[in-house]
């Protein structure tokens, strides 16, 4: 979208017919100046949606079933309580609004199908690419000391967070700032989604994940995002493309990169049988994170001042790790000792999720995601994420060995159970379904299983046998094969789709013919970054909660391109 579609989006919203209460009018007089209460709701408030800017765009968007002035009454009585009861009743507070919210339509993207467009490019071009991206994410790392990523707030909200899983996320998670940011972000996306506004805040896009449009991004570093870099510059040096000046320069920043994941982004945790154990936080403390100070004091404003270690960033740094040639200790520590604290049995653990936005699909087996630390703060309540759950079988498959896996029964079961899990998403076909996920789309859940599925197929066949008997693993890369080949591809996409793609296509052994479509777009899409790098910047995961916010940026876009690339030369050369 260029500037004359934001021109006349802005002029639509500024301009629009008004037809009842704003936010405003509902809001400011309990939240603007309040007397009493919590505090942090007001300043949440005054922060997020209050600001000048967002005032103006909102200005004339209003509910009509507001003038009634019994509707206006109970959302504010609503308000009134959220600020004033010591121990809100969030189920009581939050029914009104999530009335509200089941008033509003919202969709996931439906790309346009895509027509052939020949055989695939030339190797010197797929080269060419690589090169670009390798020395994108090398250059950024020389120039900030890190590869940045960036989060950015969408106010529209995620399509699948209705009124019912709104009160879900506000009942079910732990800290008050999170469920006063859940309110008071769902209710303004009733008045941004019903009006004029929708269109700046929510413009629409080619391909599925989305570009991250707004001029405010938030940049940040955390060991999730350095182990995926890792991995995507040891998938340049396994090109062979890399100048002895790169090869150099990319393994100072793997060696960086892994430190900070394994030893800077450290955490000492208690497991469910009360011993200790290490594993890696979502944000290690300051100044690690490398926000702005001015990010710094939004982030407390905005009631994200605690973040606890999750299943996901451990298990991705360890395997990073491991990948990279670590000699750590914190390495031996089997995680799935520990993992099997948070994997859900039925009727026994399955309390364990409290924010089950996903529960259209069987938790059975699955782990959670949040991990509880030493102060047992956990303030996003507890979530289980498929994606997630294939990080944990892919760092097990890469330290079998290492952690006697096939030796210890309750390990295997561990995975067994896990493993489980994935199939019936398979078979039900519900991880395609954006729905069945809480931080990522089905189509990375797609290339986060052929990245499982790569380091799976690696061991030897006896080992596949005892972790796979029954061939779940080969049910599911049909089925995936199939999304992606029938689906994805055969779709418009953008060029974080088309990596996507590529690298399960890449893992899964697919023809090669199948390749051409995503490396087109990759190739075509090359420059649309700017200044800024190969790319431009797009979901690669999310939140749902408090509201949709999305992490990307133009480095992540070109670490995706570059490992799918890198797969797919080496399919075209038949090195795979």
């Known amino acids: 979208m260029g500037f004359q579609y934001f021109a006349g989006a802005a002029y639509r919203a500024l301009t629009a017919d008004k037809r009842g209460p704003s936010l405003y009018e509902l809001c400011d007089p309990l939240l603007l100046n309040p007397r009493s209460g919590d505090a942090h709701l007001a300043k949440f408030y005054k922060t997020a949606l209050g600001n000048p800017p967002l005032r103006a765009l909102l200005r004339r968007a209003g509910l009509p079933e507001l003038s009634e002035p019994s509707r206006l009454a109970l959302l504010r009585q609503a308000l009134t309580r959220a600020r004033d009861d010591e121990t809100p009743d969030w189920e009581a507070i939050g029914r009104p609004i999530a009335d509200l919210i089941d008033t509003i339509e919202l969709s996931h993207p439906q790309p346009k199908p895509l027509a052939p467009n020949g055989a695939a490019p030339r190797l010197s071009e797929i080269e060419r690419v690589i090169r670009a991206c390798a020395a994108h994410l090398i250059g950024s790392f020389r120039n900030n000391g890190f590869i940045p990523t960036y989060a950015a707030f969408n106010l529209i909200g995620d399509p699948d967070l209705r009124g019912r899983e709104f009160l879900m996320a506000l009942t079910g998670l732990n800290a008050r700032g999170y469920k006063n940011s859940t309110l008071l972000f769902n209710l303004a996306r009733v008045f941004i989604a019903r009006s004029k506004a929708r269109d700046i805040i929510n413009p629409p896009w080619r391909g599925i994940a989305e570009p991250m449009w707004q001029p405010m991004q938030i940049r940040h570093r955390s060991a999730y995002y350095d182990a995926f870099f890792t991995e995507a510059l040891l998938a340049f040096l396994d090109t062979g493309l890399a100048s002895v000046a790169e090869t150099t320069q990319a393994r100072k920043a793997i060696a960086e990169m892994v430190a900070f994941c394994i030893s800077t982004s450290r955490e000492q945790v208690r497991s469910h049988d009360g011993s200790s154990i290490n594993v890696i936080t979502a944000l290690a403390p300051a100044p690690h994170p490398r926000f702005s100070r001015f990010f710094t004091q939004i982030k407390q404003d905005l009631g994200f001042g605690i973040y606890v270690p999750d299943c996901d960033t451990t298990a991705c740094s360890f395997s990073a790790a491991t990948q990279a040639g670590s000699t750590d200790p914190i390495l031996d520590q089997p995680l799935l000792d520990f993992y099997a604290g948070y994997q859900v049995r039925e009727g026994a653990n399955e309390p364990k999720v409290t924010v089950p936005l996903n529960d259209t699909i069987d938790f059975e087996g699955g782990v959670a995601t949040w991990i509880d630390n030493l102060a047992g703060a956990r303030p996003f309540g507890n979530d289980l994420d498929p994606t997630l759950n294939l990080d944990i079988l892919e760092v097990s498959f890469r330290n079998l060995a290492r952690w006697k896996i096939l030796e210890t029964p309750s390990r295997l079961e561990t995975v067994h159970r896990i ?17 069945s996920h ?24 006896a080992a596949r046998i005892a972790l796979d008997p029954g061939g779940a693993f080969e049910l599911i890369r049909t089925k995936v094969l199939a999304y992606v080949q029938g689906e994805l591809i055969a779709c418009e996409m953008n060029p974080f789709d088309a990596a996507l793609a590529l690298i399960a296509l890449g893992h899964l052994r697919a023809d090669v013919a199948a390749y051409a479509p995503a490396l087109h777009c990759v190739i075509a899409h090359l420059g649309e970054g700017g200044r800024r790098g190969p790319y431009r910047a797009y979901e690669w995961n999310k939140m749902k909660t408090p509201t949709r916010i999305l992490v990307g940026g133009g480095e992540v876009t070109s670490a995706f391109v570059l490992m799918g690339l890198a797969l797919a030369r080496r399919a075209m050369t038949g090195k795979s």
Request: hydrophobic content about 45%.
């Open 438 to 461: 809480i931080y990522y789309l089905p189509e990375l859940y797609c290339a986060y299983f052929g990245r499982c599925y790569a380091a799976f197929t690696a061991l030897p066949l």
């Open 419 to 435: 493993i489980g899990f994935q199939r019936k998403l398979a078979e039900s076909g519900a991880f395609a379904h954006p729905g």
